[in-house]
């Protein structure tokens, strides 16, 4: 059995009421991590993160109540689909409130803490729209696109304090959110077929991703196995987006 280095960290999950959130949690939890799990609704510590006073609050109350954070994994966000002509103000601004600016609240509080340790990993989950162009799908692209360069950013500016910051962008992925995208029970089989009429290449491996398989790239990039790795965007899509 491989010893990741995990056993007995801190680590803090958003968005870790389901989903990819929730698989992560599991799996940091399964590897000995003393979790805190955060979400709007469904977890031990419930926060918009978008709500900078609240992150603040979490995240004090983790450390005290847990022990130092050397583990932050970012996976809160949400879909706000349609055509960018029919995009409202509020969707395009609580996107980004949550996809980025939530990124940026929780990422900043916990480095602060971080850095005088000298010690500690970032992932963010992003998403593989960040690197491609999707019909209706915009905002979010553009948000998670916005989070994936601020989370390299911040691994450059945190590299001299020991702190690896790097991003996990998965593809289409059997959670609530790409649910919400079906329509019929055809609809996975046309995600992995893809769709030329939207100019979206299917999934080369022939499946739709688990969360336990963004789990797993999550877990790496936390370890010790990656302790030389950081800044990167590892994405896990099963080559739906011919890397490009």
């Not at 989903?19 to 399964?30: D, Q, T, Y």
């Not at 004090?60 to 349609?82: C, W, Y």
């Not at 969707?91 to 996809?99: S, Y």
Request: aromatic fraction near 4%.
């Amino acid at each position: 059995m491989v010893d990741r280095g995990i056993a007995g960290r801190v680590a803090l999950v958003t968005g870790a009421g389901q989903g990819i959130g929730a698989a992560v949690a599991a799996a940091l939890a399964a590897e000995g991590a003393l979790v805190a799990d955060v979400d709007l609704k469904g977890a031990t510590h419930q926060v918009d993160v978008s709500d900078v006073d609240g992150v603040d609050e979490v995240v004090d109350q983790v450390e005290r109540t847990l022990g130092p954070i050397s583990v932050l994994v970012n996976v809160a966000g949400v879909l706000r689909p349609g055509r960018v002509l029919e995009t409202t103000d509020e969707d395009w601004r609580r996107t980004f409130a949550v996809n980025t600016d939530g990124v940026f609240h929780v990422s900043r509080a916990v480095a602060r803490r971080m850095v005088p340790r000298r010690e500690g990993a970032i992932v963010t989950v992003g998403s593989n729209a960040s690197g491609v162009p999707r019909t209706d799908m915009a905002a979010y692209a553009a948000s998670k696109a916005a989070t994936t360069m601020f989370t390299r950013c911040l691994g450059l500016e945190l590299a001299e304090h020991g702190i690896r910051c790097n991003v996990v962008s998965p593809g289409s992925t059997d959670t609530a959110m790409q649910r919400s995208l079906w329509t019929d029970d055809d609809s996975p089989s046309r995600v992995i077929a893809g769709d030329p009429a939207t100019y979206r290449v299917g999934i080369p491996l022939g499946r739709i991703a688990d969360p336990a398989d963004i789990a797993d790239a999550v877990l790496f990039l936390v370890s010790g196995q990656a302790r030389h790795i950081t800044m990167q965007n590892l994405y896990v899509d099963g080559g739906a987006t011919l890397r490009a």
